[in-house]
């Protein structure tokens, strides 16, 4: 009882606690500026990602298109009349404007207001044109909005009206074709050759003639009016919209001709569909979880598809594309998260470094003032307010900093920095104070001391178990969960608990790497020491004494090795990234241009070709047609995939001149001969199901269909995941000849010999699509974060280095000055020096690039770096072996630096001075 009332709380004494600091302000303020720079780089890195997820999260809706589009579908009315007829409901316009108000009033306030406005669309059958020779197909579409619909300027003719001015009419179901008026635009009107007043020829897939009539021909107001984007036709002919080699127009119904479009077709081939396109500037990375939710939850209470009434019936990959962008999102912060960890490590090293440098100066005083009577905890207590003041300023500092560069700054990962800068030297400062005023000698009894000796070494062994236990279980971990949130859970876009290890991976597998070449130098610097006792050189003797000697200090090296293997990480992080964005560009593009020749002079791409072609600096030019969403079936289901007609020959010396991979199996496609299964081709599938020797059939709407058989693998084309490639003549002697509309050029005199090209078509660039690959904001982000980390990385091992230095100058010079005394030249003191330090240095310069690469190739896998890059699989490592040689170099350098450095300081000391000290 008497010994708990005795107990006091610790009472610093004020005094020592200002002259320490005035002593020490040097040291000091190098810490604070450590922890204020790193901090500024914890704190604003998350504020910066959250506002690229934002950006992210917009850049990939508009990337989406329609794709991102809610859809809802409604069946009409049933318009059977008295007398079993088909009644013309004239106000069928307004019907489709109190659906657009039901479906929005549907949505929700959450939804409606992440939303454009709706833009109905209702869509007649596809129709075949029985006119021409070319297989052309039309579709009758009808638009309306919140101020009616998109606006025009009929330039020829007027608007579509009625077919007969009664109101209200009933036909009978099996009489002559209904009457319709339609309006065409001015490319669709010349594509078909036709103008006010005249006739579209259709019929429909049964074979049953339509009665289109022609009221006038327009022109858009506004071509860019977000109506359009749902009808391309309506203002140009879309080829390979229907099929291969065929061509969609589209032919605009007004408010008074709609109704005599439904009589026109059966009850329920007019389809009505409403759109609702997101609006990107009110998405927000935060928001999208609860939107993709919602949507789910739409598509869950959607009526049936199979009932005849007029339920909502909801689609959209809306939630598929934001669950896209999160997941790469999600990456990028995770990818973040490693490279901050790495720095933080490092950083935690380089303040343990600095407070073991602040106490061996300390020591003196802090022996001196135990010896006087001074409290262990008011010695701790005095130390722990002065290192929490400077942590804690030195961080709000930081984090004001951060604040100022990226808003809601976060101050979470500032926590192991200011805790390593406010416990480390208190810590070291209480145990070198407890260790001057202990009274334990040492025991004579051998056996004791063994004890003693073998008690730490196996304290020391216990804890680099732990380190490298930890590490494998780290990089297991990674290897088996990655690095994404896990779903189950749910995605709230924080790092959870079951991340931390993985996280860490990268950086406890730098610790492990460096504890092991802890253990390795002093073996190799006793056997350097060795063999300098036998030779006849004393300086050499003296340089590997001194470095064996000082080797068995841990905290340098663990700094330079860790930093330099960190840093050499961060460098292959970011190559690797830059290296996949160019390869990403030219799977996209497929060469250094594509042209996408406009549909209405898909006839004039062979002659564009060869002008092209002949243009200078061209290497080589391949014309191909190319058709996405092509109809093959295989024995039991519909498959999609992007078909490339193309001459096999050409194609593949254009990939063997591109760093594409090489097709070797196209030579399979020109094999001569005809071939009785079918048309060879190369198949390329997402799912793998397809294999060699499946066989295809290419649907056609004016011939049989084309028998394919799978003879190879394709390459990939445009990034696609279901490619299929056949030999243009070989699907021409199958009786469907191909109509270029793509051209891949080569050449460095590319750029220029497509922009004199005078045939309307859309010019890809592979430097334009690099480019903006490089802007978007989380693949920019990523790579700034890489590049500044490894900058970090280096100038944290250069400052561990020039501490280290520091720590062992006074001895260092103290022991090479005593040599003096013996005949050493001050030149010969200085190589002496240098003995000591470059072993280390050299060893960390040589094995750090090598675990930083050794570290990448463990890791660099599950780090999901492909959703960056854009690229199919998991991008090839890079090992940027100039810039890891580099690094090394720098440290080499800098620890040369320090030995002339050190010899100017120690120039004046005094000879008498340095050998009365530690006397």
Known sequence: MNRWLTRRWPAPHWPSVRGRGRTDAGALLLTACVIAVVALLAGAVPALLRAAADDAVQDTVRRAGNESHVLVHADWERDAGPTGGRLRISRLADDVDDFRARAT?????????????????????????????????????????????????????????????????????????????????????????????????????????????????????????????????????????????????????????????????????????????????????????????????????????????????????????????????????????????????????????????????????????????????????????????????????????????????SWTWTIPVVLAGAVAGPTFGTLAAARASRDRHQPANPAARRWILTTGRLRRAAVEAAVLIAAVAAVGTLHQRGLLPDASHGDTGELTGDLVLPISAVALGALAGALVVLRLLPVGLRIALRQALRSRRPLAVFGAARAATTAARALPLLVLVSATALASFALVVGATIT??????????????????????????????????????????????????????????????????????????????????????????????????????????????????????????????????????????????????????????????????????????????????????????????V???????????????????????????????????AAAGAQERWQTLTRLRTLGLRPRDARWVAAGELLPPVVVAAVCGPLLGALLAQLTLGPLELQLLTGQAADPATVLPWWLLCLTGVALVAAATAVVPVEAALRRHDRLSEVLRAGE
């Open 105 to 409: 009033y549907t949505l929700g306030p959450d939804l409606d207001a992440a939303l454009l406005p709706s833009i109905a669309v209702v869509n007649s059958p596809i129709l075949r044109i029985t006119d021409g020779n070319l297989p052309r197909t039309v579709q009758l579409t009808y638009l309306a909005d919140d101020l009616g619909g998109p606006d025009v300027t009929w330039i020829a003719g007027s608007a579509p009206g009625p077919t007969i001015p009664e109101r209200s009419i009933e036909i009978p179901y099996h009489g002559p074709p209904w009457p319709v008026q339609v309006g065409l635009s001015e490319a669709d009107a010349a594509a078909l050759q036709v103008g006010p007043g005249d006739r579209i020829p259709a019929e429909d897939d049964h074979g049953r003639d339509k009665d289109i009539r022609i009221s006038g021909i327009y022109r858009p107001a506004d071509s860019a009016d977000p109506a359009w984007r749902l009808a391309p036709a309506l203002l140009r002919p879309v080829p390979g919209a229907d099929g291969p080699g065929t061509t969609r127009v589209a032919a605009l119904l007004s408010r008074e001709s709609l109704p005599d479009a439904r009589l026109a077709f059966d009850q329920d081939q007019l389809r009505r569909t409403v759109h609702f396109a997101p609006a990107p500037d009110a998405l927000t990375w935060g928001a999208t979880a609860t939107l993709a939710s919602q949507v789910v939850k739409l598509k869950a209470s959607s009526g049936s598809s199979a009932a005849r009434d007029g339920s909502l019936k909801w689609e959209s990959q809306l939630d598929t594309v934001l669950r896209d962008a999160r997941t790469q999102i999600s990456a990028a912060f995770t990818q973040a998260a490693v490279l901050l960890a790495a720095v933080l490590t490092a950083t935690v090293l380089v303040l343990l470094l600095a407070a073991d440098l602040l106490v061996r100066r300390r020591t003196p005083a802090l022996s001196a003032a135990r010896q006087r009577g001074a409290a262990l905890p008011d010695l701790g207590a005095e130390l722990i307010i002065e290192s929490t003041v400077v942590s804690l300023s030195a961080a709000a500092v930081g984090l004001a900093l951060a604040h100022t560069t990226a808003p809601g700054a």
């Open 579 to 768: 290296r996949g964005l160019d390869d990403g560009a030219w799977h996209t593009t497929g060469a250094d241009a594509r042209l996408d020749i406009s549909s209405d002079v898909q006839d004039a791409t062979p002659a564009l070709a060869e002008r092209i072609a002949a243009a200078p600096g061209i290497e080589q030019v391949v014309a191909a047609q190319v058709t996405d969403s092509a109809p093959l079936f295989t024995e039991s289901t519909l498959f999609t995939p992007r078909l490339v007609i193309v001459d096999a020959a050409a194609f593949g010396r254009l990939l063997a001149t591109t760093p594409l991979p090489d097709a070797p199996a196209l030579s399979q496609l020109t094999a001569p001969g005809p071939d009785p299964a079918g048309v060879p081709a190369l198949v390329r599938s997402s799912t793998g199901d397809l294999h060699t020797g499946t066989r295809l059939q290419l649907s056609r709407d004016n011939g049989p269909t084309i028998r394919l058989t799978a003879v190879g693998t394709a390459p990939p084309v445009g990034g696609a995941g279901d490619v299929v490639i056949v030999d243009a003549a070989a699907l021409a002697e199958a009786g469907l000849p191909a109509v270029p509309n793509t051209i891949w050029v080569t050449g460095p005199g590319t750029a220029q010999a497509v922009s004199d090209s005078d045939v309307p078509a859309d010019i890809v660039l592979r430097t334009d």
């Open 770 to 804: 690099l480019q903006a690959q490089r802007v978007a904001p989380l693949t920019a982000g990523t790579l700034r974060l890489a590049w500044t980390t490894a900058a970090v990385l280096l100038a944290l091992g250069l400052l561990g280095l020039t501490l280290a």
